[in-house]
């Protein structure tokens, strides 16, 4: 047996750490965000029929330009958006990534805001592209001033604005994108995984699109679509976007499969997202509950929330992990990242780390 360290790996890439939020079978996953309720019967048994279809037809390649998947969410976004605006690929990791691919690559450099998404660092050694960390505000918020001014002082090829930032939660304004955007020349992205979750009357970043070619507003089907498991990111962006990222795409890289279970998931768009509103309840009553205890939760625009106050993150960890809930070290000292459940799940997370609470003093 040889070791990683024995090939000829690209300089980059060593002692690198791959993404590895722990995938472990326990009664309650509050750890990587996914949506916990399963998606009614009556859309899955649709879904189930499209699916059969498809694979009828599977001996020829499928669409690859996946037409109607962008005329459906174009219609899903609105904003006058057509298809000509809408890209998609496996998650909107793969998406993120070949925005990299086009844009990003040796000599360029990718700038975000730490903390946040840990997959953009490895998507830009991924792709050879220098990540540039830049800092936040207090609470971690980000206001158009230090975002523009870490934009001035470093020169990013690209920057990438988590909207609302994972994993802090903190909701993003659209006069920092705007300050961005009007601060580089490059491309900027707005990672808008949650949007859904935000609170009512909250404008998306689709709205800054007229006028600005090199805006980029990236979603998924993983989180409010509970359709983690088939993997389906997209953007909205001007045409010759699109066009850039066709240039690095593989070939026909949406499934036949992929394709049909997307489509077929939204043309049931309502009964999609009707749990939205039940775990963004959850999510308000985990920040009031913590509260309650002593601990200092963010304030939160997605589907979970990040608190602090923890003087021992691992022991809460492992102390929760063993009554079998599992939540998120990220990694920010003093502080622990928790999704909202179902009521249930929530409830039960509550009730554990209230019983915890002397260990996190
Ligand atoms: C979960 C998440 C995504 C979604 O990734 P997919 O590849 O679409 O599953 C993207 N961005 C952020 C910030 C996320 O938290």
């Given amino acids: 047996m040889t070791s990683l360290d024995d090939l000829p790996l690209r300089a980059n890439l060593r002692g690198q750490i791959p993404y ?3 995938q472990l ?50 219609g899903y976004l609105g904003h006058g958006l057509t298809r000509d605006n809408i890209w998609a690929a496996n998650g909107s990791n793969e998406v993120l990534q070949q925005v990299l691919q086009a844009f990003g690559g040796p000599g360029r450099s990718l700038l975000g805001y730490a903390p946040t998404y840990s997959m953009y660092s490895i998507l830009a050694s991924g792709t050879d592209t220098r990540w540039i960390p830049g800092g936040r505000d207090a609470d971690y918020e980000l206001s158009p001033e230090t975002a523009a001014r870490w934009v001035h002082e470093t020169s990013p090829d690209i920057v990438f604005l988590c909207s609302p930032n994972n994993p802090t939660g903190t909701p993003l304004s659209l006069a920092t994108i705007a300050a961005v955007y009007d601060a580089t020349p490059g491309i900027v992205v707005v990672d808008e995984a949650y949007a859904e979750f935000a609170p009512d009357g909250t404008d998306s970043a689709l709205t800054l699109l007229p006028g600005r070619e090199r805006l980029l507003v990236s979603r998924t089907m993983s989180k409010a679509f509970a359709f983690a498991g088939v993997r389906l990111g997209y953007l909205a962006a001007d045409p010759a976007v699109t066009d850039a990222l066709r240039l690095v795409r593989l070939p026909y890289h949406l499934s036949a499969l992929t394709q049909a279970a997307a489509v077929a998931a939204l043309a049931h768009t309502g009964e999609m997202l009707a749990m939205v509103d039940d775990i963004r309840v959850q999510r308000d009553r985990l920040v009031t509950e913590l509260a309650a205890l002593g601990f200092l939760p963010l304030r939160s625009g997605s589907n979970f929330v990040l608190f602090g106050g923890v003087a021992d993150p691992h022991a809460i960890f492992a102390a929760l992990l063993a009554e079998g809930i ?19 799940e929530t409830s039960a997370f509550l009730a554990a780390i209230a019983r915890l609470r002397p260990l996190a003093e």
């Fill in 20 to 22: 590895g939020a722990p």
């Fill in 25 to 74: 079978h326990v009664p309650v996953a509050l750890n990587v965000n996914e949506n916990t309720h399963p998606i009614p019967p009556a859309v899955a048994s649709d879904i189930a029929a499209a699916l059969a279809e498809a694979i009828l037809t599977v001996n020829r390649y499928p669409d690859r330009e996946f037409t109607q998947l962008r005329e459906d969410l174009a």
């Fill in 326 to 344: 599992l939540i998120r070290d990220v990694g920010i000292p003093g502080h622990l990242r928790v999704s909202a459940g179902t009521e249930a």
